[in-house]
């Protein structure tokens, strides 16, 4: 059976899994801005669509054009009903796709909250692609293994399990004796990288380029989410999370030790549990109070070896560690770069942004330190102007890490992908004066901020 892969750069791996029942009609790799221009060339014959995540640009408008095409090729004059399977981490485009769902009966979406999609998942999807008329339009990969009966099953009051956050997939699980182990060694490290995952995440860009808020919410999002979460407010010149958070600011004010909390927490990591600020449960914050001033400790302790230090400790105890750090930092921290799993760059949809930024990093770090930061970042595209234009056109937020990778500097040449947007609104600073994060005062940044922590949380 001839089989259409579209999945980007997910094509080699995808074809590992294939049976000897199903045979590739492309030999690489496809997205679906391509799949147009791909039919209209080679006109395929296909038994089946598979489509993974690493197809969408994240422009969700074209997306559904794109996909939209695909079934009217299906329907002018080929095999009627080829059945689509989409392969999905992220659950809301089970909304998303909703239309195209109802108006289409041969698209099939299967969900899988799993960070990397085990080798049994896509055995599903190839399985659904074979049986056209006995799978449901809307299946999760969580059926398909099986758990434990939860206690209150045993006892019979059939009360369902809770239903798991896809954010699930970054918590420490605890052992468990009833669940299915697999018995190939491939297999099992497929598994197991979705289990206790921990991101170092570096948030930076030109100052004024929204990191500190960026910062504040995305942690407030992973400790909504479950994950264990630490700030590191590296800007000591200004100090930003003070704002953020009112009761470490009051605590600074009053406990000359609180004040010297990043200090306190660079020089002993393993006690970060009394040097660093509780905002709540799992959620931790290490910054300095307004009147710390001891000019000493800050030589002695604020160095990049010290980083590196606390970052080797506190990777161990979170899911996430989140570095407030402004782009002219790394002249001091410059050998800490390399021990940071990606970086957050900041960058509002504007050209002079974008031109500070590429000025920014040129000034500040060597070409082979940009490289790596250039090769190591996702794009947050911050104070998102949905009016903004660039060469006549809406400037969009892809558009921003196009533009940044498009030659306008030889220390970026390697492409970013867009972590996400943070829209742009009048009330946006009104969580300095409330001291509630914007993600917990409405469902537009919630979805903004879950998104971004998703793609963050996946790594480079």
């Known amino acids: 059976m001839k089989l259409l892969i579209v999945s980007g750069e997910l094509h080699r791996i995808i074809q590992n899994y294939l049976t000897r029942k199903w045979e590739p009609v492309n030999s690489n790799g496809l997205e679906l801005r391509d799949l147009a221009d791909y039919l209209h060339n080679e006109n395929p014959a296909v038994d089946g669509i598979l489509i993974t995540d690493e197809a969408f640009s994240q422009k969700g ?54 960070l990397r999609i085990p080798p049994d998942v896509f055995q599903n999807a190839l399985d659904q692609l074979s049986n056209k008329n006995d799978a449901k339009i809307h299946t999760s990969s969580k059926t398909e293994h099986k758990r434990p009966i939860a206690a209150t099953d045993q006892t019979g009051t059939g009360q369902p399990e809770k239903k798991r956050s896809f954010f699930d997939r970054f918590r420490s699980k ?23 995952i921990s991101r170092v995440v570096a948030v930076t860009g030109h100052r004024g380029s929204g990191l500190t808020t960026t910062v504040v919410n995305l942690a407030h999002e992973a400790s909504k989410r479950g994950l264990s979460t630490i700030i590191l407010d590296m800007d000591t010149e200004y100090r930003s999370t003070n704002m953020y958070f009112d009761r470490f600011h009051e605590r600074s004010n009053k406990d000359e030790q609180m004040s010297a909390s990043l200090i306190r927490t660079l020089a002993r990591p393993q006690d970060y549990m009394t040097t660093a600020f509780n905002v709540k449960d799992n959620f931790w914050l290490a910054g300095l109070g307004y009147s710390f ?10 160095t990049t070896e010290k980083l590196i230090g606390l970052i080797s400790v506190l990777r161990t105890k979170f899911n996430l560690v ?59 595209v911050t104070k998102y102007n ?75």
């Open 61 to 114: 408008g074209q997306d559904r054009e794109h996909l939209t095409n695909l079934f009217e090729w299906i329907q002018a004059g080929r095999k009627p009903g080829i059945p689509v399977v989409l392969l999905t981490r992220d659950h809301l485009k089970t909304m998303e796709l909703a239309p195209l769902t109802e108006r289409f009966n041969n698209l099939k979406l299967i969900t899988c909250d799993k």
């Open 174 to 196: 605890p052992e468990t004796g009833g669940e299915l182990e697999a018995t190939d060694r491939l297999t099992k490290d497929l598994f197991n990288v979705s289990r206790g």
């Open 293 to 302: 001033h001891d000019r000493k400790l800050m030589e002695q302790f604020y």
């Open 386 to 460: 949905d009016r903004s234009r660039f060469q006549d056109s809406l400037f969009e937020p892809d558009k921003v890490g196009e533009l940044l990778t498009s030659g306008l500097s030889d220390y970026f040449r390697y492409e970013m992908k867009t972590a996400g947007a943070v829209p742009y609104s009048s009330g946006f600073d009104s969580q300095i004066e409330t001291d509630i994060a914007a993600t917990n005062a409405g469902a537009e940044y919630e979805k903004a901020f879950g998104q971004m922590l998703l793609r963050l949380m996946e790594g480079a």
């Open 322 to 380: 989140l570095l407030d750090m402004p782009l002219d930092l790394f002249r001091t921290f410059k050998e800490s770069m390399i021990h940071m799993d990606l970086f957050g760059l900041c960058v509002p949809n504007n050209l002079h942004a974008v031109l500070s930024t590429i000025r920014n990093v040129e000034v500040v770090l060597d070409q082979e330190k940009a490289s790596y930061l250039n090769a190591k970042s996702k794009v947050i």
